[in-house]
């Protein structure tokens, strides 16, 4: 590993201007390529304190044996020569993306003296129009078939055409009229031409005129009581609007643009674009790139640009390159661009209308690509074993821990404190093990005290389960299913993934059959935090004489790995599946925790007096209210009232009454923007309302006045 100082050029040797550089290691090979506007200021970067850097970037300049630098005159020659550098050298430690397959394009040879009509994979050739690219190469075919009725343009092999110039003879698309048959002189090569051009016209969105051509024969022929011409005509025209539905409108007519979506986490980004042209999508593709350098939403997207438009000139760049977020600086990509298409080129945010809708479906897009890509990843076995025996060795454990349980505090400003439990075993989710905490110590925002908390009474419970052979415990004080810490049945659905055999996998079920919840123990221990969250979880387990399970802390800043008893974290390399998989029990932690504490604090929001009364669930409040009307009227009722509900007997008619007496009633409601003070309102649908003005509206009158802003 290099001491970057060793190869730091000497003061005064960096010019201060526009340029490429290029860090080599000592073979000599190039692993980084970068353009900067001032290469002095921007080199000066990677010879800082190394504990300052991103691990990222320290892991690229200890690489390196030497830099080197190329000065240009513009930013835009620097994205030039870089884009070209990146593809000649191919660097370790550039962003660089791969696609996720090999897209098909609907082809046309130009370049040919009789043009053909093919799907063509790979690198695209000078001379040939390019349409797409398409998901599947039988979407071309289909579409290809629709149109030889009206463009009968060559699609034959070389071979194929060959043989049938040598016999006279044409193929079987020509004896049924979906190929001119220029192969046997049927149609001069001028005219063969033309039918490939007005073809790629076609493609190219400019349909209408073709549509009406077609039906203005048909009209004609119809006049002239041709009417076998006309029927055919009829049919040409059918398949045309055909072949236009398999690609829906999705922005104004002429509309041509690409729209650019990013989906990224700390070590990965999807890439996803959408090709419009003519209004309609007429492409789509995906990339994915592993974040090796620490880059910005806005580079990824330069990355991106430099890689579909690096080989592309004229119409194949679009007016309008949508993306969700520019560059910096913005305006050497867009010259760049503009200079690629020979004509200006509109690259920016959209912000409103269709184009931002269709960009939400764009990223959409992105994020289940990114999604699929890592649930592949997590699913290979192969992949799994080796992200644990990574763990194991960089965590110093004695055995790979096939059992991890991560933990996360989630609050807001202070209020509705909760903490997740998530469980990995052998590298996947066991959702039917998750569990759910309210911090109960102490009310405030204290991450360490509150992890501290959780760890001893998840851990507490562990020694509970593994010492006792009677039933469970009465008093409440731990957490139970039934306690609002962990999820019960209609809390968790789908969410937690409950499972009626849960706790049951492993053999650990008490006398009765229900299982232990706590009783398995994991080989490790993650926190989401840094120094002090670990020392925290450390500190709760010596407390409680457990010391047979590893803990670490994984820091979302640096993706550093913490560990209790040393003064610097471990950092795992970016490509690690070690590192990987820590990250997504991480993350799963914190999903689990913040979609917790958002339920409880929307459920807060929504309280009532009845919330506080024990024992009354969700169908007894509904059938209460429903038969007194509101909480007022149940408030003044008597017991005898109450027990007319059904399902209510006298004891909770008891229970409700006292609750209801102890509760302070609510605040009544007011008109604001009269003042007036309406107590007949309270915990009741309106009967009235009040529109901006004052003046009373009946509820639900179709009253245009109730939908405006005000």
Not at 358 to 375: C, D, I, P, Y
Not at 462 to 490: F, I, N, V
Not at 614 to 630: C, N, V, Y
Not at 665 to 675: D, L
Request: hydrophobic residues 35%.
């Amino acid at each position: 590993m290099a001491d970057p100082s060793s190869y730091r050029p000497k003061p005064g040797q960096i010019p201060d201007s526009p340029g490429v550089y290029r860090f080599r290691d000592e073979h000599r090979r190039v692993i980084y390529v970068g353009k900067a506007k001032s290469l002095r200021q921007r080199l000066a970067n990677y010879f800082q304190d190394l504990a300052g850097m991103h691990p990222r970037t320290r892991t690229m300049v200890t690489t390196a044996a030497s830099v080197e630098w190329t000065v240009v005159s513009t930013e835009v020659e620097a994205l030039q020569l870089e884009y070209s550098w990146i593809k000649e050298y191919d660097p370790r430690f550039n962003v660089k993306y791969r696609d996720d397959k090999s897209y098909p394009y609907l082809a046309v040879t130009m370049n040919e003296e009789f043009p053909r009509v093919q799907v063509m994979r790979g690198h695209k050739k000078k001379g040939v129009r390019y349409f797409g690219p398409y998901g599947h190469a039988w979407a071309i075919r289909d579409t290809v078939d629709l149109l030889l009725r009206v463009f009968p343009v060559r699609t034959c092999s070389a071979g194929v055409f060959k043989n049938a110039a040598r016999t006279g003879r044409p193929c079987l698309l020509g004896y049924i009229g979906k190929c001119s048959a220029p192969c046997v002189g049927r149609v001069e090569p001028e005219e063969h031409r033309e039918l490939a051009e007005e073809f790629c016209d076609f493609m190219a969105g400019r349909t209408g005129t073709y549509l009406r051509r077609l039906e203005k024969q048909m009209t004609e022929a119809a006049e002239e009581m041709e009417y076998e011409r006309a029927a055919r005509l009829r049919d040409d025209i059918e398949a045309l609007k055909k072949a236009m539905e398999k690609n829906a409108v999705v922005l104004a007519d002429a509309t041509d643009a690409d729209l650019i979506a990013v989906a990224e986490d700390e070590l990965e980004a999807a890439v996803q674009i959408f090709h419009v042209r003519g209004g309609r999508v007429r492409g789509q593709r995906g990339w994915v790139t592993d974040k090796v350098e620490d880059v910005t939403t806005g580079a990824l997207v330069e990355h991106a640009l430099q890689q579909l438009y690096g080989e592309e000139t004229g119409d194949a760049v679009p007016k309008e390159v949508l993306v969700p977020a520019l560059p910096e600086p913005v305006e050497p990509v867009q010259e760049w661009l503009t200079g690629r298409r020979g004509a200006n080129v509109s690259l920016r945010i959209p912000q409103r209308g269709d184009k931002k809708a269709l960009m939400e479906t764009v990223q959409r897009n992105a994020q289940q690509s990114l999604a699929l890509h890592k649930t592949k990843r997590a699913s290979d076995l192969t992949t799994r074993s080796r992200a644990l025996e990574e763990i194991a060795d960089a965590l110093d454990l004695d055995s790979a821990p096939l059992r991890i349980e991560c933990y996360d505090i989630s609050h807001l400003q202070g209020d509705d404190v909760v903490a997740s439990m998530v469980v990995f075993e052998d590298g996947l989710q066991r959702k039917s093990e998750y569990r759910r905490f309210q911090i109960k110590g102490f009310a405030g925002q204290d991450d360490v005290r509150s992890m501290h908390e959780v760890i001893t009474r998840r851990f507490r419970r562990y020694l509970a389960e593994k010492e006792r052979t009677g039933e469970w415990l009465e008093d409440g004080a731990e957490e139970t299913l039934a306690d609002p810490d962990t999820p019960t049945p209609s809390e968790t659905g789908t969410e937690t993934g409950t499972d009626p055999d849960a706790g049951s996998r492993n053999g650990f079920k008490d006398e009765d059959g229900r299982p232990r919840k706590f009783a398995y123990p994991p080989q490790l221990v993650v926190v989401d935090g840094g120094r002090p969250q670990v020392a925290a979880a450390k500190r709760a387990l010596d407390e409680l004489g457990i010391d047979d399970i590893a803990v670490c802390g994984l820091a979302k800043r640096l993706e550093e790995v913490w560990l209790p008893e040393d003064d610097d974290p471990v950092v795992l390399p970016r490509t690690s599946e070690g590192l990987y998989l820590l990250q997504r029990v991480r993350d799963e932690a914190h999903r689990f925790a913040i979609t917790y504490q958002r339920t409880r604090r929307a459920k807060r929001f929504r309280a009532g007096p009845l919330d506080d009364v024990p024992g009354l669930g969700e169908t007894r409040k509904q059938a209460l209210i429903k038969h007194f009307g509101s909480v007022k009227k149940l408030r003044s009722a008597t017991i005898e009232q109450i027990q007319e509900v059904p399902g209510i007997g006298r004891k909770t008619a008891e229970t409700i009454a006292v609750a209801l007496a102890q509760a302070a009633p609510a605040a009544p409601a007011v008109n604001t923007a009269t003042g007036e003070i309406m107590d007949d309102r309270e915990d009741e649908a309106p009967e009235t309302t009040a529109d901006a003005s004052g003046e009373p509206v009946p509820a639900g009158a179709p009253d245009d006045r109730r939908g405006q802003e005000r």
